[in-house]
């Protein structure tokens, strides 16, 4: 078997397009912060407005709507945390699947409802957990997940949300750039965004507000971003960020195949070795995801085992301070610790071929025999 590097940990970070590159070193070449009237000066912030222009046009919002901010993480806790219409959360209802960078923005206001065996949450629950909450509760749940690839059904909780006079934040993070992302389709007041996971650079992102919605600042300083967002742009990595997310949406068809090659995948390993679990199975799912178990084979085994055939993917579990903790989405959903411990993510992208995961596959199919034949 070939020990070419395959990379399937997409949702990890993905490899920058070219597209991307290339407005980058264009952006980064010129010199000026997009702060200054002189002529560098408004060169910069051409780019950082084209790039804005751009970013909107793709997911149906209006350019005004669009805060560029440094990370997916940053676009997080800023939804959650800034001041809204002079309006303090008091509560934030998240689900109990969300990114640590929700869950861990605020603790000590956080609230979470549970989601049912395949990841999804009911937009019943929200309403149910709703019932006594305070008007302009912030609930946040996110679009798509990043280790199973389950999708949320957004419009459908922003109403029961909106009856109750609250704001919905949507983590977009993953879905961005893999199935088809329109911010007024969605119903949310606020989506984020980072540009890494779908092949734009690490360490920019944007949050997206709905029209009329005032924010106030988390970091505040410079009147950079409408005043809602202080610090000098990333001109660059804004610029890259926008090439990506244009190119990412004109290849949204790439996906399809990609999606066929995940659900083939799934049968084949389901084939061959029938105590295969792909959790989430029964939910609608990213078309780039798979979050596979083989029972009684940790993940750190399977992933060392395919690291020595070249292959990159990612385990479900967190490894946090020197401990590897079962995977809060997968225990969320009811799978108990032993066999959270025995989840790797595989993950494609916009480089990825359909024959990349039949190389995964018999790389998988290699280490389940071996166990077979050990035990
Ligand atoms: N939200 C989701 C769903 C993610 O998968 C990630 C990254 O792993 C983030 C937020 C954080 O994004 P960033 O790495 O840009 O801070």
């Known amino acids: 078997m070939s020990k070419e590097p395959l990379y399937l940990d997409y949702n990890a970070t993905a490899p920058m397009r070219p597209e991307a590159l290339e407005a980058f070193r264009?952006?980064?070449?010129?010199?000026?912060?997009?702060?200054?009237?002189?002529?560098?000066?408004?060169?910069?912030?051409?780019?950082?407005?084209?790039?804005?222009?751009?970013?909107?046009?793709?997911?149906?919002?209006?350019?005004?709507?669009?805060?560029?901010v440094s990370c997916g993480t940053e676009a997080n806790a800023?939804?959650?945390?800034?001041?809204?219409?002079?309006?303090?959360?008091?509560?934030?209802?998240?689900?109990?699947?969300?990114?640590?960078?929700?869950?861990?923005?605020?603790?000590?206001?956080m609230q979470t409802f549970p989601v049912d065996s395949n990841g999804h949450v009911s937009p019943t629950t929200v309403r149910q957990y709703l019932e006594d909450a305070p008007k302009g509760t912030r609930v946040s749940v996110m679009l798509a997940n990043n280790e199973t690839g389950t999708l949320q059904p957004i419009p459908e909780i922003a109403d029961e949300v909106h009856a109750k006079g609250g704001l919905l934040h949507c983590?977009?993070?993953?879905?961005?750039?893999?199935?088809?992302?329109?911010?007024?389709?969605l119903e949310a007041d606020m989506i984020s965004l980072s540009a890494h996971k779908l092949g734009?650079?690490?360490?920019?992102?944007?949050?997206?507000?709905?029209?009329?919605?005032h924010l106030e600042?988390?970091?505040?300083?410079?009147?950079?971003?409408?005043?809602?967002?202080?610090?000098?742009?990333?001109?660059?990595?804004?610029?890259?960020f926008a090439a990506a997310v244009e190119a990412a949406t004109e290849e949204l068809s790439r996906f399809q195949s990609l999606e066929s090659a995940h659900r083939e995948m799934e049968e084949t390993l389901k084939?061959?070795?029938?105590?295969?679990?792909?959790?989430?199975?029964?939910s609608?799912?990213?078309?780039?995801?798979?979050?596979i178990a083989m029972p009684g084979v940790s993940a750190e085994l399977q992933l060392m085992a395919l690291d020595l055939e070249g292959i990159a993917v990612s385990s479900g579990s967190a490894c946090s301070s020197g401990k590897v903790e079962p995977s809060h989405v997968l225990t969320a959903m009811g799978v108990?610790?032993?066999?959270?411990?025995?989840?790797?993510r595989v993950s494609s992208g916009w480089a990825s071929k359909p024959s990349d995961l039949e190389r995964f596959s018999q790389a998988w199919l290699a280490v389940y025999q071996r166990q077979q034949r050990a035990a």
């Open 271 to 282: 084939g061959t070795a029938p105590e295969t679990i792909v959790f989430g199975a029964d």
């Open 336 to 344: 108990d610790e032993t066999l959270a411990a025995n989840a790797l």
């Open 26 to 68: 264009h952006a980064v070449e010129q010199t000026g912060n997009a702060s200054s009237v002189h002529t560098f000066g408004r060169a910069a912030r051409k780019l950082v407005e084209d790039a804005r222009r751009q970013i909107a046009r793709c997911i149906a919002a209006d350019p005004t709507q669009v805060i560029f």
């Open 171 to 185: 983590d977009a993070v993953q879905a961005l750039g893999k199935i088809p992302l329109s911010f007024n389709e």
């Open 217 to 240: 600042a988390c970091l505040r300083g410079g009147g950079q971003e409408g005043r809602r967002r202080a610090g000098t742009e990333n001109v660059a990595g804004i610029a890259a």
């Open 78 to 109: 800023t939804a959650l945390g800034s001041v809204i219409n002079e309006q303090e959360a008091e509560k934030l209802l998240v689900s109990s699947v969300e990114h640590p960078s929700v869950l861990q923005a605020f603790p000590e206001k």
């Open 200 to 213: 734009g650079p690490q360490g920019v992102g944007a949050l997206v507000l709905r029209k009329g919605l």
């Open 284 to 291: 609608p799912r990213l078309p780039n995801t798979t979050c």
